[in-house]
Nanobody
Framework: QVRLAETGGGSVQAGGSLRLSCTAS????????MGWFRQAPGKQREGVAS????????YYADSVKGRFTISQDNARYTMYLQMNSLTPEDTAIYYC?????????????????????WGQGTQVTVSS
């Protein structure tokens, strides 16, 4: 069973930065993408960024392009999310996830339903 653990959440003022980390207990053949998702109070969980484990191809939600950067260190089974220029609208619980998407599903990399392994989440709060 794959276990994911997020660290790095916290509180920051608008315009600040945070770096989230997600460490997996293992990589398996049942996962070829990892991603970051977030859920704000009263809202649905949404995709933020995703990365292919083998090729490193990255995908971003329009709302975070140019501000967030996803990266990975496969030797450490760890994925990162560097978040810059944070705004109060970025306040949410951030989850990391892993899943397997086929070639035909690459357009779905930011959909939570495509991921079957999830971390517990870490709170990010941005104050104005």
């Amino acid at each position: 069973q794959v276990r994911l653990a997020e660290t790095g959440g916290g509180s920051v003022q608008a315009g600040g930065s945070l770096r989230l980390s997600c460490t997996a207990s293992m990589y398996t053949s049942r996962m070829n993408y990892m991603g970051w998702f977030r859920q704000a109070p009263g809202k649905q969980r949404e995709g933020v960024a995703s990365i292919s484990i083998s090729g490193g191809t990255t995908y971003y939600a329009d709302s975070v392009k140019g501000r967030f950067t996803i990266s990975q260190d496969n030797a450490r089974y760890t994925m990162y999310l560097q978040m810059n220029s944070l705004t109060p609208e970025d306040t949410a619980i951030y989850y990391c996830a892993a899943g397997y998407l086929s070639m035909g599903q690459r357009g779905l990399v930011l959909l939570p339903v495509e991921y079957n392994y999830w971390g517990q989440g870490t709170q990010v709060t941005v104050s104005s």
